[in-house]
């Protein structure tokens, strides 16, 4: 197994960061507090889903985020993989293991897709080889330690047992030969698997070309079906003015017919309006008879107005000379009353 990349966000000091490791050997420096620790920290978590030296994964996350994420790409018999961890504070971990082909990520096991996370770490060993403890004591192992397996001599085993948490050489050999038979298995079924797939390639190429032809046929029916349809097409819109122009006949003839009628009617009128002119003319003559008794009748009218007035003027006069006639009697009952008047006085007198 290699380790090819790991990309971490939000975890710890690291807000966005990719890591890309070589072929050979590497080294990470830095000061203090740098965050060289944090690397390994996250390859742990990565290769595990646990926390190292803190007690839950949910501390590695930075302290102004609410979830933090760790990606690993590495090689492991020449394929390439990844393992990809999602924590949040609120819900905890989302997991996920493929395969990369092309820069294209292939899911073998995902909690998101119902996966439990014990099936994830599962599929990590079976890609690995390397169980928690193994990957714990590579990962954070003393310096001390590596000195003595590189260096070789009697603190080789011991290394050797630490590290690897095996016994002895022999079992090393005897775990390397199980992994690597694992891997011919794999590498077995993975043959198998591809020439299932060309056979099925094969055949999938012959269905092809059969799909061809069936469809160059099918292309060829549908360019006939077209034409057919077009010519439909152009006899509908001929029948459509055909139909078009026989209704514009049918009108005409029935405008015709109409017309013969106003004509008709129009006749009958035409008669009828030359007796009334023969009527109205004679009327016109009668007319004239009416207009000079009409014009004589109105000056005996003009005289007899001019009568009445000269009646009204002497109502008037009249008038005038009733009231006089009222005012004269007055004025005799006034001169009566005052000669009685004075015959009484003259009556008292002479019998004094």
């Given at each position: 197994?290699?380790l090819?990349?790991?990309?971490?966000?939000?975890?710890?000091?690291?807000?966005?960061e990719?890591?890309?490791?070589?072929?050979?050997?590497?080294?990470?420096?830095?000061e203090n507090?740098?965050?060289?620790?944090?690397?390994?920290?996250?390859?742990?978590?990565?290769l595990?889903?646990?926390?190292?030296n803190?007690?839950?994964?949910?501390?590695y996350?930075?302290?102004?985020?609410?979830?933090m994420?760790?990606?690993i790409?590495f090689?492991?018999?020449?394929?390439?993989?990844f393992?990809?961890?999602?924590y949040?504070?609120?819900?905890?971990?989302?997991?996920?293991?493929?395969?990369?082909?092309?820069e294209?990520r292939t899911?073998l096991?995902?909690?998101?897709?119902?996966?439990?996370?014990?099936?994830?770490?599962k599929?990590?060993?079976?890609?690995?080889g390397?169980n928690?403890?193994?990957?714990?004591?590579v990962?954070?192992?003393?310096?001390?330690?590596?000195?003595?397996l590189?260096?070789?001599?009697?603190?080789q085993k011991?290394?050797?047992?630490?590290?690897?948490?095996?016994?002895?050489?022999?079992?090393v050999?005897?775990q390397a030969?199980?992994?690597?038979?694992?891997?011919?298995?794999?590498v077995?079924?993975k043959?198998?698997?591809?020439?299932?797939l060309?056979r099925?390639?094969e055949?999938l190429?012959?269905?092809?070309?059969?799909?061809n032809q069936?469809?160059?046929?099918?292309?060829?029916?549908e360019?006939?079906?077209k034409?057919?349809?077009?010519?439909l097409k152009q006899?509908?819109?001929k029948?459509?003015?055909?139909e078009?122009?026989?209704?514009?006949?049918?009108?005409?003839?029935?405008?015709s017919?109409?017309?013969?009628?106003?004509?008709?009617?129009l006749?009958?009128?035409k008669?009828n309006?030359r007796?009334?002119?023969?009527k109205?003319?004679?009327?016109?003559?009668?007319?004239?008879?009416?207009?000079?008794?009409?014009?004589?009748?109105?000056?005996?009218?003009?005289?007899?107005?001019?009568?009445?007035?000269?009646?009204d003027?002497k109502?008037?006069?009249?008038?005038?000379?009733q009231q006089?006639?009222?005012?004269a009697?007055?004025?005799?009952?006034?001169?009566?009353?005052?000669?009685?008047?004075?015959?009484?006085?003259?009556?008292e007198?002479?019998v004094q």
């Amino acid at each position: 197994m290699r380790l090819k990349q790991i990309h971490l966000r939000n975890f710890r000091k690291f807000n966005n960061e990719k890591i890309e490791f070589s072929e050979n050997l590497n080294l990470i420096e830095g000061e203090n507090n740098a965050g060289k620790s944090s690397v390994f920290y996250a390859i742990y978590f990565g290769l595990t889903g646990n926390a190292l030296n803190f007690r839950s994964p949910k501390e590695y996350i930075n302290f102004d985020e609410s979830k933090m994420m760790v990606d690993i790409e590495f090689t492991s018999a020449g394929t390439n993989y990844f393992i990809r961890r999602h924590y949040t504070r609120s819900s905890g971990g989302e997991y996920s293991i493929g395969r990369v082909k092309n820069e294209e990520r292939t899911i073998l096991e995902s909690t998101e897709k119902g996966s439990k996370a014990s099936e994830v770490n599962k599929k990590l060993y079976d890609v690995t080889g390397l169980n928690r403890k193994i990957i714990e004591n590579v990962t954070y192992a003393a310096q001390q330690k590596f000195v003595n397996l590189i260096e070789g001599g009697k603190s080789q085993k011991d290394a050797m047992d630490y590290i690897f948490d095996f016994k002895t050489i022999d079992e090393v050999t005897k775990q390397a030969k199980k992994v690597i038979k694992n891997r011919e298995t794999q590498v077995e079924r993975k043959n198998d698997i591809k020439e299932r797939l060309e056979r099925r390639e094969e055949e999938l190429n012959e269905q092809e070309k059969q799909q061809n032809q069936l469809q160059e046929e099918k292309d060829n029916l549908e360019s006939e079906i077209k034409e057919i349809e077009q010519n439909l097409k152009q006899t509908k819109k001929k029948k459509e003015e055909l139909e078009e122009r026989f209704e514009q006949l049918e009108s005409a003839k029935q405008l015709s017919q109409k017309l013969e009628t106003k004509k008709h009617v129009l006749d009958e009128k035409k008669q009828n309006l030359r007796k009334k002119k023969a009527k109205l003319e004679e009327i016109g003559k009668d007319k004239e008879d009416i207009d000079e008794k009409v014009n004589k009748t109105k000056e005996k009218l003009e005289k007899t107005e001019s009568q009445l007035e000269d009646i009204d003027k002497k109502k008037e006069n009249l008038s005038e000379l009733q009231q006089k006639k009222k005012s004269a009697e007055t004025r005799i009952e006034q001169l009566q009353k005052q000669g009685s008047d004075l015959k009484q006085k003259i009556g008292e007198k002479k019998v004094q």
